[in-house]
């Protein structure tokens, strides 16, 4: 088993060894209200399907704004962004979390 130290970031749970990278991250993370990006977006849906006869299950992503988002991928920086209600952040003010986890070794 091996410790390290690592940087969380407070909207998507992505880890970094680094704090500049991370903070870095943060800015852009697409989970990050302030970058006005479809993955916290209220218009933002995954519409999940199963097909009876080979029981596959696949997602389809949409934009209930009606943003082309099939067509042209997810946004950042929408101007029809609203942010979700519902939407669960764990942002503390200043900085990113620091967190110590433990690897086991192969």
Do not use: W
Not at 3 to 32: L, M, Q, V, W
């Amino acid at each position: 088993m091996k410790e390290i130290n690592a940087f969380k970031c407070d909207h998507c749970g992505k880890i970094y060894s680094n704090p500049k990278t991370c903070k870095a991250h943060e800015h852009r993370c697409y989970y990050n209200p302030s970058t006005k990006s479809c993955a916290s977006c209220r218009f933002f849906e995954q519409e999940k399907y199963t097909t009876a006869k080979l029981l596959l299950f696949y997602e389809n992503q949409v934009c209930r704004a009606e943003v082309g988002i099939q067509d042209e991928g997810l946004q950042t920086g929408c101007n029809l962004y609203l942010v979700r209600e519902n939407l669960q952040t764990t942002r503390s003010e200043g900085s990113s979390q620091f967190m110590r986890f433990s690897l086991f070794n192969k």
